[in-house]
Nanobody, 117 residues
């Protein structure tokens, strides 16, 4: 059973930084693409970033140059380092197994990121 548990969200001022973590279990983490997806209030889910088993990464244009996705296969953990945060980055952030916007049953429970002064 896929289990994904995000942590690290919070309230941060514009221009600030946060690092999200996602602890994975129940599947061979090192063999899977992993993504970050976010959802702002009243909006649909938005794909943020993906990392493949070999460590290659891609980013949405809206976060390119500000966010960095990484993984530690020894710890079965996915990360998202977020810098230069903007109010429009405010959303519930989910890690997900797979690419693009994977099926909802492959998402974690989410961690809230709020960017506000």
């Amino acid at each position: 059973q896929v289990q994904l548990v995000e942590s690290g969200g919070g309230l941060v001022q514009p221009g600030g930084s946060l690092r999200l973590s996602c602890a994975a279990s129940g599947f061979p983490f090192s063999s899977h693409y992993m993504s970050w997806v976010r959802q702002a209030p009243g909006k649909g889910p938005e794909w943020v970033s993906v990392i493949n088993p070999g460590g290659s990464t891609r980013y949405a244009d809206s976060v390119k140059g500000r966010f960095t996705i990484s993984r530690d296969n020894a710890k079965n953990t996915l990360y998202l380092q977020m810098t230069s945060l903007k109010p429009e980055d405010t959303a519930l952030y989910y890690c997900a197994r797979g690419q693009a916007i994977p099926p909802r049953n492959y998402w974690g429970q989410g961690t809230q990121v709020t960017v506000s002064s």
